[in-house]
């Protein structure tokens, strides 16, 4: 089936210096990619939408100029977390679905990534 | 907007119980609603999709049931096992997005 991959699964910098996630999509092409993040005990928080070739469209409330999304290519979204401060330390996750599906196919998700800002 | 409810928040269950979870949401025009699970430090694992257009699904020990109308649905596990301990989240699928629940944290003892 499908299979979303998603690098590093922690990671830990420091104050100031930026951080980037990589998000891949291993056996299809992934017009479209979704950035989660999730609070302890929370549910996910759809950040943004990332289309390939395009600019991706942020959610309200969703700095762009601090959590950068670039998708350069059909099966890779990279977002990067700009100058991360401590508030930052979250849990991010993408999301990938097989464009050539309908909307009833199965939204897959990477691993995840465990940020933590020192 | 849509708003997605998951209760109980957290369940304890001796192992071998049927259980069911919960889940509602706001608006009823969505395109399909699916269950996930999720391990501590994991991503999401696609457990069972419901179209629109279905009242339920199946997989194995889970049955996912769906009231479009009354913007409900079900999670029903059977002969529950120390294996399904976990995070079940539901999230269904309109305007373009997926909307998520909080999610129901799941232990069976054994």
């Known amino acids: 089936g499908a299979v979303v991959s998603q690098h590093p699964s922690r990671v830990i910098c420091k104050s100031g210096t930026s951080v980037k996630i990589e998000c891949r999509s291993l056996?299809?092409?992934?017009?479209?990619m979704f950035w989660y993040r999730q609070f302890p005990k929370q549910s996910l928080m759809l950040m943004a939408t990332?289309?390939?070739?395009?600019?991706?469209?942020?959610e309200q409330g969703v700095e762009k100029d601090k959590f950068l999304i670039n998708h350069a290519s059909l099966t890779l979204s990279t977002l990067t977390v700009t100058s991360a401060h401590p508030e930052d330390s979250s849990f991010y996750i993408c999301?990938?679905?097989?464009?050539?599906?309908?909307?009833?196919?199965?939204?897959?998700f990477g691993n995840g990534t465990r940020l933590t800002v020192t | 907007k849509q708003e997605v409810t998951q209760i109980p928040a957290a369940l304890s269950v001796p192992e071998g119980e049927n259980l069911v979870l919960n889940c509602s949401f706001t608006?009823?025009?969505?395109?399909?609603l699916q269950w996930f699970r999720q391990d501590p430090g994991k991503g999401l694992t696609s457990l069972l999709l419901i179209q629109s257009s279905q009242r339920e699904q199946t997989s194995g020990r889970l049955n996912a049931s769906l009231d479009k109308s009354s913007g409900r649905s079900t999670l029903y596990i059977a002969a529950s096992q120390p294996g399904d301990s976990a995070t079940y989240l539901c999230a269904v699928y309109n305007f373009n997005k997926f909307y998520f629940g909080s999610g129901t944290k799941l232990n069976v003892k054994p």
């Open positions: 990332s289309n390939e070739g395009s600019k991706a469209t942020y």
């Open positions: 999301s990938a679905r097989d464009p050539w599906s309908s909307y009833n196919s199965p939204l897959h």
């Open positions: 608006d009823s025009a969505i395109y399909n």
């Open positions: 056996d299809f092409q992934a017009t479209t």
